[in-house]
């Protein structure tokens, strides 16, 4: 486990060293560098080789990249050009607000996703299952974007139940207390969740029902409810675990664009803004977050499933 | 090294070829949702590149005063936008940019995948190491977040479009193509091969790459799939191709302006072709897949 342990920690180390680099060479793939894009298209050379100097822009790359890991280590990634903020406390402020809207769509995918994909397992190859693999599929298909216009366009406009825009509060207190405005932001991420959930709740409970286990417990008389509580469900809910973990990457973009459709007050709504605003240290200051999180959430599900499942470590 | 020499150590690809597409061809057709995703493809291309040819429309100069009809109006079965472009018109004009762009992206990025994997599993060890670990750098992020900075820096012609989701995009195969490669490495055709003096490229070009073309046929439709997605994301958010140029996505980010009011035919038939063509792209691969999985279980 030791062994398994160095050799995981390690490579997400050196993952999250190149992850660095590829945001340090993004930054220096600005057009006419950083200067051009803080100063604006009217700067004079005078004025680039000025600023350059100041902000140390004038030295060998090599040296730079060590400035830059040097502040990143201090937690230093830099001003917003816009926002007179630094990326730093910017992040911190908008990074929570964008894990209440993810974590309240995960539950409320789990809380759905789980009894669907039983269902379907339960009656495979009937109605209900065709009709709940098709409507999978088509949430597949959907982009996120065009399910979220079509909730507004009937639970906004048509029968007018919540409105279409998220809640503007500053506080997280704040956001939790106008549930009606979080519905929609929440369901629209929720659904490709859902989607994926479903489809592998189904298979997995598909998989535990065929093992021996099973067939002892309905030896022994045991109820169906009561196997699959006791017997299946436990079973196949530790893989999902570590699903999770793996859809991290697409929950964070889902976030991107659920957030800068309802104008929910995230960081995904900071990216956006900043995309649009040219504000390079925001966006490459929040590429370089959710690249972390996304390669430290990997790691963990890794440990995670090592420690639930002793076979894993072994391979590895 | 006779030519002769050179046909023996790859029976696999130069005799089985003929049979072996027209028996892929077979099984494809057989498989319901695959052909309906091929029927849905064709489809939608005729009406994207063909449809202009019977129903003219002006998709560059805006007409204020036709802005807004509903559809069913005289000359606009599904009514004009907010800046008055006949709304079928605009459907095929931004499904040839989407379509495009998806489909040259989606084999560029299999493309270089497809070369990089093999080169990566071919060569092993600290090559191998030192490629996949930057595959994994640049897949911790998501591609999205990618795709949005590099569209932030450069504003996007349709070339430059088409390279910057290939540059994202390639990621996936290149992972999947490796993982062929060094299965295929220690085949006994390579060693041969490699006895006779073939060197790195020839065993990569000449024989692995050939040999995973199931895998990389099959990724492709995938990739060209997220690669239409991806415009429709990157169109949506404000950050592709400028207008008058559109697309199905930036269709649909112009039309959230107007959810309020209820002008749904500005939604609806973007929002529905790409459903479509994804769905499309992934029915079309699984169909292959399972085509590809039968040549594989025969031989």
């Known amino acids: 486990m030791t062994r398994f342990l160095i050799k995981r920690v390690g490579q997400a180390v050196i993952v999250l060293f190149l992850v660095s680099i590829i945001v340090f060479v993004l930054l220096h793939l600005l057009p006419g560098g950083p200067a051009r894009a803080i100063l604006g298209p009217t700067a004079t050379p005078d004025s680039i080789a000025h600023f350059n100097h100041q902000q140390g822009y004038d030295r060998s790359l090599p040296v730079q990249y060590v400035q830059y890991l040097g502040r990143l280590l201090t937690g230093d990634l830099g001003e917003s050009y816009k926002l007179n903020q630094s990326v730093t406390s910017l992040i911190g402020e908008r990074l929570p607000k964008t894990l209440v809207l993810t974590g309240l769509a995960i539950v409320l995918a789990a809380i759905l996703a789980i009894p669907l994909g039983i269902i379907q397992a339960v009656r495979r190859g009937k109605a209900a299952d065709y009709v709940l693999t098709g409507a999978a599929f088509l949430a597949y298909a959907t982009p996120v974007f065009f399910l979220g216009l079509i909730l507004i366009l009937v639970f906004s406009q048509q029968l007018q139940i919540f409105p279409a825009e998220a809640p503007q509060a500053d506080t997280i207190g704040g956001i939790l207390s106008e549930l009606p405005a979080l519905v929609l932001p929440v369901v629209t991420m929720a659904l490709g969740i859902i989607a994926a959930f479903s489809r592998y709740m189904r298979s997995a409970v598909l998989d535990n029902l065929s093992e021996e286990y099973v067939r002892t417990a309905r030896a022994k008389g045991q109820s169906e409810a009561r196997i699959m509580a006791r017997h299946v469900l436990r079973n196949a809910l530790i893989p999902l675990a570590t699903l999770l973990g793996l859809y991290l990457p697409t929950l964070i973009s889902g976030a991107l664009v659920v957030e800068s459709m309802f104008n929910y007050p995230g960081m995904g709504l900071l990216f956006w803004n900043s995309a649009q605003g040219s504000d390079f240290p925001v966006l490459l200051g929040v590429t370089l977050v959710v690249g972390v999180a996304t390669v430290i959430g990997s790691l963990i599900t890794d440990i995670a499933y090592a420690v639930l499942d002793p076979r894993i470590r072994s391979v590895s | ?299």
């Open chain 2, 1 to 299: 090294m006779t030519a002769a020499a050179v046909e023996a150590t790859q029976p696999e690809a130069a005799v089985a070829t003929p049979s072996l597409a027209r028996r892929t061809l077979s099984v494809f057709a057989r498989n319901k949702l695959a052909l309906l995703g091929a029927v849905l493809l064709v489809g939608l291309i005729a009406f994207c590149f063909l449809g202009p040819l019977i129903h003219h429309t002006d998709q560059v100069h805006t007409d204020l005063s036709q802005a807004n009809l509903a559809p069913g109006s005289a000359g606009h079965p599904l009514g004009t936008t907010d800046l008055g472009y006949d709304m079928l018109g605009r459907l095929m004009y931004g499904g040839q940019t989407s379509l495009e762009v998806g489909l040259a992206a989606g084999l560029l990025a299999t493309l270089f995948g497809t070369v990089y994997g093999a080169v990566a599993g071919y060569f092993g060890g600290w090559v191998d190491a030192a490629m996949m670990r930057i595959t994994d750098a640049a897949l911790a992020i998501p591609a999205l977040f990618l795709l949005v900075v590099v569209a932030a820096i450069i504003t996007p012609s349709k070339p430059v479009l088409i390279l910057i989701i290939a540059s994202v995009a390639w990621l996936s195969p290149a992972r999947l193509i490796r993982g062929e490669a060094l299965a295929l490495r220690s085949r006994d055709y390579i060693h041969a091969m490699r006895l006779m003096g073939g060197g790195g490229s020839r065993a990569v070009f000449q024989h692995i790459v050939p040999n995973a073309i199931g895998t990389v046929i099959v990724n492709a439709t995938f990739q060209i799939a997220d690669a239409i997605l991806y415009v429709a994301y990157l169109s949506f958010l404000g950050l592709s191709i400028p207008p008058p140029a559109a697309d199905w996505g930036s269709m649909l980010s112009s039309g959230i302006t107007y959810t309020q009011v209820g002008y749904w035919w500005l939604i609806f038939p973007p929002g529905i072709a790409i459903v479509l063509v994804v769905a499309a792209f992934n029915f079309i691969g699984d169909g292959l897949r399972d085509a590809f999985d039968v040549r594989l279980q025969k031989n």
